[in-house]
């Protein structure tokens, strides 16, 4: 499965920005596809997961109510819509896949987002 992420750039703060990710090769394996984001110096962190028929969402408290993420499966690919931007979401954002929640077998190049205060 090969992940490929597009979509990053610089926004002012309480910008939106919409960041996707497309799926190709095994595609069956990408039942839960999801996003995480590393800011320099810091530790990659999860921020949304979504399954396959979108029944089962979640998100880091942190962007609850502000970021909401979406599949198109026709076309296998995964948005991160983000609204209300803060600096503190400057990072890179990663997308993953797996056929499971919590375990993430493959990985996709970041799209670097960076907020403006």
């Known amino acids: 499965v090969q992940l490929q992420a597009s979509g990053g750039g610089l926004v002012q703060a309480g910008g939106s920005l919409r960041i996707s990710c497309a799926a190709s090769?095994?595609?069956?394996?990408?039942?839960?596809m999801g996003w995480f984001r590393q800011a320099p110096g810091k530790e990659r962190e999860f921020v949304a997961a979504i399954s396959w028929s979108g029944d089962s969402i979640r998100y880091i408290d942190s962007v609850k109510g502000r970021f909401t993420i979406s599949r198109d499966n026709a076309k296998n690919t995964v948005t991160l819509q983000m609204n209300s931007l803060k600096a503190e979401d400057t990072a890179a954002y990663y997308c993953a896949a797996g056929q499971r929640d919590h375990q993430w077998n493959y990985w996709g190049q970041g799209t670097q987002v960076t907020v403006s205060s």
């Open positions: 090769g095994r595609t069956s394996s990408t039942y839960y």
